[in-house]
């Protein structure tokens, strides 16, 4: 156990932690709402053209990678933890900086997924050329998320 | 406000998402009779329980099985690794849906 300092506080571990809670609840928040959001309009859609299903569960997917953007960081994180190693300031807050970009740059990404899952499905019902279009909306959308992930991985690499 | 331009203020079947506003039920259509159990195929279903499958394992695995017999314990790579890996689920998804439809589309020119 390391001595607490002014550079090894006692609520550092605290910050960390925090970091670890925000990329997992935010992202699934994001990926919750996307998936609600678009399974709203697929369980319309499919009731008219079940064949339609299939394609309009590509944006629940999406979704689904949200959250598992926030998991990959959150183990990272966690992975850090440990109540014999020495764990400073720094660390905490810059390891609530990465769960903080994962997890706001998620919900994001999974609001903006939603949102565009919901509409694409119903146009797509009635005009099946909005398929290409709405894919490519729906990545620029993931890659908001995807963002979010890269900084925070490279956050993750500046360890004191 | 933009954005509700977009959407058309007269309200289609979709958007009722109440039962009771959709009139009095009319006669069941042939192939969805009550109480009858839907004629999903096999290969739909293993589908779908394989891409729920590789959605779930197909990152964490890469990420514990990478971090240390390939990155020695670098967990950076690793993550990156298990992102990469979930992405290549989604986009193994968006070809079958597409190769599906196609499927479809041929089936349906044969009927025809």
Redesign the interface.
């Known amino acids: 156990m390391s001595e607490i300092t002014e550079w090894q506080p006692v609520y550092a571990p605290f910050l960390g932690f925090s970091g670890i809670a925000a990329a997992m609840i935010f992202s699934s928040v994001g990926a919750a709402y996307g998936t609600a959001k678009a399974g709203?309009?697929i369980a319309?859609?499919g009731t008219?053209k079940p064949?339609l299903i299939?394609?309009s569960?590509?944006s629940v997917?999406?979704a689904?990678?949200i959250a598992?953007?926030g998991?990959?960081?959150a183990?990272?994180i966690a992975?850090d933890m440990s109540p014999e190693k020495e764990y400073t300031l720094f660390a905490g807050i810059m390891h609530l900086a990465a769960g903080l970009s994962v997890g706001l740059a998620g919900a994001a990404a999974g609001y903006a997924i939603g949102t565009v899952g919901n509409?694409g499905a119903?146009a797509f019902?009635q005009q099946p050329k909005v398929f290409v279009g709405k894919?490519l909306i729906l990545i620029f959308a993931?890659v908001l998320g995807?963002y979010g992930?890269i900084v925070a991985?490279i956050l993750?690499?500046r360890k004191a | 406000m933009t954005s509700r331009r977009i959407v058309s203020t007269e309200k289609t079947v979709l958007d009722k998402d109440d039962m009771s506003s959709r009139g009095p039920p009319g006669p069941a259509p042939p192939d969805i009779l009550p109480g009858s159990i839907p004629q999903i195929s096999k290969s739909v279903i293993s589908k779908l329980l394989a891409y729920t499958i590789a959605m779930i394992v197909a990152p964490l695995s890469a990420y514990y099985l990478t971090l240390n017999h390939i990155y020695n314990g670098n967990n950076t790579f690793a993550g990156a690794t298990a992102a990469v890996v979930a992405n290549i689920v989604l986009i193994a998804y968006v070809i079958e849906a597409l190769r599906e439809d196609d499927a479809d589309n041929k089936e349906g020119k044969k009927n025809r």
């Open positions: 709203i309009s319309g859609v008219f064949e299939m394609k569960l590509i997917i999406m689904g990678i598992v953007y998991l990959v960081i183990v990272l992975g509409a119903r019902l894919v993931e995807l992930l991985l993750n690499t």
